[in-house]
C-alpha cells in the first residue's frame, strides 16, 4: 500500500513562531486531506488539498502531486495551534492511510 | 462540530465480549468510513461504505463486522474482545468517495 511519512515527527516551538509541516507519500493520490488533533482527542480538518495552494488565516497549504509531497505552513503560532498534525491520503483504490503525525508543542 | 455523531462515547467492556458502535454521517453523505486508533499503531484505517455497499476494506479483522443501513447509519461491529482492541473508534462521512472526509467524536473503548 502506499507510504506516508510526516516530518518532523516532533516540533516545540516559542509563541509567534513559524513552521513548516511536510508530508511525503510514495504513491498517486486522489485526496490529501491535512488535520489537526487537539489536546481532547477531536480531528478537525485543516484543508483538503489533492493539490495546488490554500490559505485559511494563519494557516497555509501546498501539495505538489507530482512529486508527492505536501507542505503545511503554520504562522504567528499561538498556543492553542498545540496537538497532533496529520496528513491523511486517499487513494483510487478507495483507502485512506494516515501518517504518523507530528506532534507540535507551543510555548507561551 | 463537525455533524458526524458516534455513539456511545465511552464504552467500558471486558474480554470475550461483543459491542456495536454507531455512527450518523452528515446530512447528505453517502460515504461513511470507520477508523482505530490506538498508541501503538496511529490512525487505522477499517473499512468504507458507500450508499450501503462495502467499498474499499483496509486493517479490519475478522473479528470486526460493519454495515450501512438504508438511512445511511452505520455500526462497527467488534466481538470476542481482546485487551488490545482498547482503542478510540472514529467514524468519518463524506459525500462520495474522493471528497473531504469529515470526523465524529470517536468512541473511546476500553477492554478489561
Known amino acids: 500500500g502506499i507510504q506516508v511519512e510526516q516530518s518532523p515527527p516532533d516540533l516545540i516551538l516559542q509563541e509567534g513562531a513559524n513552521s513548516t509541516l511536510r508530508c511525503n507519500f510514495s504513491d498517486s493520490v486522489n485526496n490529501l486531506q491535512w488535520f489537526h488533533q487537539n489536546p481532547w482527542g477531536q480531528l478537525i480538518n485543516l484543508f483538503y488539498i489533492p493539490s495546488g495552494t490554500k490559505q485559511n488565516g494563519r494557516l497555509s497549504a501546498t501539495t505538489v502531486a507530482t512529486e508527492r509531497y505536501s507542505l503545511l505552513y503554520i504562522s504567528s503560532s499561538q498556543t492553542t495551534d498545540s496537538g497532533v498534525y496529520f496528513c491523511?491520503?486517499?487513494?483510487?483504490?478507495?483507502?485512506?492511510?494516515f501518517g504518523d503525525g507530528t506532534t507540535l508543542t507551543v510555548k507561551p | 462540530d463537525s455533524g458526524v455523531t458516534q455513539t456511545p462515547k465511552h464504552l467500558i467492556t471486558a474480554t470475550g465480549q461483543r459491542v456495536t458502535l454507531r455512527c450518523s454521517p452528515r446530512s447528505g453523505d453517502l460515504s461513511v468510513y470507520w477508523y482505530q486508533q490506538s498508541l501503538d499503531q496511529g490512525l487505522q484505517f477499517l473499512i468504507q461504505y458507500y450508499n450501503g455497499e462495502e467499498r474499499a476494506k483496509g486493517n479490519i479483522l475478522e473479528r470486526f463486522s460493519a454495515q450501512q443501513f438504508p438511512d445511511l447509519h452505520s455500526e462497527l461491529n467488534l466481538s470476542s474482545l481482546e485487551l488490545g482492541d482498547s482503542a478510540l473508534y472514529f467514524c468519518?462521512?463524506?459525500?462520495?468517495?474522493?471528497?473531504?472526509?469529515?470526523f465524529g467524536p470517536g468512541t473511546r473503548l476500553t477492554v478489561t
Open positions: 468519518a462521512s463524506s459525500a462520495g468517495p474522493h471528497y473531504e472526509q469529515y
Open positions: 491523511a491520503l486517499g487513494t483510487n483504490a478507495g483507502k485512506s492511510t
